[in-house]
Nanobody
Framework: QVQLVESGGGLVQAGGSLRLSCAAS????????MGWFRRAPGKEREFVAA????????YYADSVKGRFTISRDNAKNTVYLQMNSLKPEDTAVYYC???????????????WGQGTQVTVSS
């Protein structure tokens, strides 16, 4: 079992940056694939980024490629999402997720955090 808690969300102007963190507790964090998803108002939750257990394989949605960076520190049981050049369309609740297989679909992730709100003003 893995418990996930996100932090770092907030209000930022367009063009600004935020770094989200996801702290994990429980067993074997370092063996899990970790992902970030987001749900914008009135939309379904969508894939943002994922990272393999070693941290040397990363995957991004086209909409964030080149602006967002996912990373992890297995010694700290934490995964990060560095978000640069933020746009109003990035406004959403961001969720951290843990699973055993790299995937872009939320059904492949067994563990979820409660989410953190990111609001980008124009």
């Amino acid at each position: 079992q893995v418990q996930l808690v996100e932090s770092g969300g907030g209000l930022v102007q367009a063009g600004g940056s935020l770094r989200l963190s996801c702290a994990a507790s429980g067993r074997a964090f370092s063996t899990y694939v970790m992902g970030w998803f987001r749900r914008a108002p009135g939309k379904e939750r969508e894939f943002v980024a994922a990272i393999n257990w070693r941290g040397d394989g990363t995957y991004y949605a086209d909409s964030v490629k080149g602006r967002f960076t996912i990373s992890r520190d297995n010694a700290k049981n934490t995964v990060y999402l560095q978000m640069n050049s933020l746009k109003p369309e990035d406004t959403a609740v961001y969720y951290c997720a843990g699973g055993t297989v790299i995937a872009r679909t939320e059904s492949r992730y067994a563990y979820w955090g409660q989410g953190t709100q990111v609001t980008v003003s124009s």
